[in-house]
């Protein structure tokens, strides 16, 4: 609904981890790609417990699309079924005999993953940002819905 509201032609795929700990979304337009991700990369924090990505990262990559594509000259995105996929086909669950993908925090073999103890060649110290560490951009997006004119808005008495 986030999407639609915007008339941006665009489309993808949503995810939220098993423990609510990050959820994102990666969406496209026929010129633009771009992913939405809120999280704790850390796993020490959870979102909410509801919380899904549906919620949280499909509103905020709407409202950034918006922004970015509204003025563009998007064309159609084609919706055609690839080659050789069952019009039933749904994803469904892993096939069998294949592993389930390992826990979070973890890679292929189940080793813990290392977080890195360099950047650029300096040491990361915890809670410390990196000194060459380029500053991010505050990128300010306001609602893709339609602002309602002043002159609908009632005005109230004192």
Do not use: C, N
Not at 51 to 69: G, I, K, N, Q, T
Request: no cysteine.
């Amino acid at each position: 609904a986030p999407i639609r509201a915007t008339k941006v032609l665009a489309a993808g795929k949503t995810g939220t981890s098993s423990r609510t700990s990050d959820v994102w979304f990666v969406g496209y337009t026929s010129r633009w790609m771009t992913t939405a991700w809120i999280g704790d990369d850390t796993y020490q924090r959870q979102l909410g417990f509801k919380d899904a990505s549906f919620m949280l990262s499909v509103p905020m990559w709407a409202r950034y699309m918006y922004e970015v594509a509204r003025d563009q000259p998007l064309k159609d995105i084609p919706w055609a079924v690839p080659p050789g996929v069952k019009a039933s086909d749904t994803g469904g669950p892993l096939k069998k005999g294949y592993p389930p993908p390992p826990p979070p925090g973890f890679d292929l073999d189940g080793k813990p993953i290392a977080l890195p103890t360099t950047f650029h060649g300096q040491p990361i110290q915890k809670g410390q940002a990196p000194t060459d560490l380029v500053r991010p951009k505050d990128v300010r997006v306001q609602s893709a819905a339609p602002e309602t004119p002043t002159s609908a808005v009632p005005k109230t008495s004192r």
